[in-house]
T-cell receptor
Framework: QQPVQSPQAVILREGEDAVINCSSSKALYSVHWYRQKHGEAPVFLMILLKGGEQKGHDKISASFNEKKQQSSLYLTASQLSYSGTYFCGTEWNTDKLIFGTGTRLQVFP | DSGVTQTPKHLITATGQRVTLRCSPRSGDLSVYWYQQSLDQGLQFLIQYYNGEERAKGNILERFSAQQFPDLHSELNLSSLELGDSALYFC??????????????FGPGTRLLVL
C-alpha cells in the first residue's frame, strides 16, 4: 500500500512557499521524509511519530495527523537548494518503510 | 556523506548475466536495506537484513537474492538479468532492526544498466 503524494510536481520562485502532502490508507506509526537530488542518494529530513506532532528545522517543517493518516511537509521561503524530489516513507508495520512516488520540486531564481 | 558505501558505482552488463552489488553499512549499524529505483520511479523496498538474518521482504524477484555477512556488509545478487532490471540500487542502514521510527541512511547507489 504505497502512500500517495501530492502534488506530483511543484515549480517555485525563490522565496515562495510549498506544501507537499502524503496520504496512506493504513494506520501509520511513523512518517519519514527524504529529499533526493537527481542521481544522488535520498537524504533524510525528518521522522514524525504517531501522536500528531509537528517537527521542523530551519525553514522546513512537517506535521503528522495520525487520525487522517496524513503528513504534510512545509517548505517556507524556498531556496534554490531545496530543488529535488521529496519522498515520504510510511511505516505501519515493523521493519518496512514504503515510499511514495515522490514530488518533484524545482526552485528558480 | 552518510557513511554507507556501495560498490561498484556503475555496472553495465548484458541480459541473462548475473551481478553482485555490495554494501557496507555505517559503523555500528546492524540493519541493511536494499531498494530499487527505476527511472522516474519511487524507491521500491526489496529486502532487509538485521545482524545477519533476513528481517523483512518486499517486492524482491525470485531471481534476486541477498545476504548479510558476519562483518555486517551485505551483497545483493541479481541473476538472469533482464532489460527491466536496469535501475539505481540503493542500500541503506540503520542502527537497530528498523522498528518504529528509525532513520535509514542511504548509500550513493549502484547504477545498473542491462543491455
Amino acid at each position: 500500500q504505497q502512500p500517495v503524494q501530492s502534488p506530483q510536481a511543484v515549480i517555485l520562485r525563490e522565496g515562495e512557499d510549498a506544501v507537499i502532502n502524503c496520504s496512506s490508507s493504513k494506520a501509520l506509526y511513523s512518517v519519514h521524509w527524504y529529499r533526493q537530488k537527481h542521481g544522488e542518494a535520498p537524504v533524510f529530513l525528518m521522522i514524525l511519530l504517531k501522536g500528531g506532532e509537528q517537527k521542523g528545522h530551519d525553514k522546513i517543517s512537517a506535521s503528522f495527523n495520525e487520525k487522517k493518516q496524513q503528513s504534510s511537509l512545509y517548505l517556507t521561503a524556498s531556496q534554490l537548494s531545496y530543488s529535488g524530489t521529496y519522498f515520504c516513507g510510511t511505516e505501519w508495520n515493523t521493519d518496512k518503510l514504503i515510499f511514495g512516488t515522490g514530488t518533484r520540486l524545482q526552485v528558480f531564481p | 556523506d552518510s557513511g554507507v558505501t556501495q560498490t561498484p558505482k556503475h555496472l553495465i552488463t548484458a541480459t541473462g548475466q548475473r551481478v553482485t552489488l555490495r554494501c557496507s553499512p555505517r559503523s555500528g549499524d546492524l540493519s541493511v536495506y536494499w531498494y530499487q529505483q527505476s527511472l522516474d520511479q519511487g524507491l521500491q523496498f526489496l529486502i532487509q537484513y538485521y545482524n545477519g538474518e533476513e528481517r523483512a521482504k518486499g517486492n524482491i524477484l525470485e531471481r534476486f537474492s541477498a545476504q548479510q555477512f558476519p562483518d555486517l556488509h551485505s551483497e545483493l545478487n541479481l541473476s538472469s538479468l533482464e532489460l527491466g532490471d536496469s535501475a539505481l540500487y540503493f542500500c541503506a542502514s540503520s542502527v537497530e532492526s528498523g522498528t518504529h521510527g528509525e532513520t535509514q541512511y542511504f548509500g550513493p547507489g549502484t547504477r545498473l544498466l542491462v543491455l
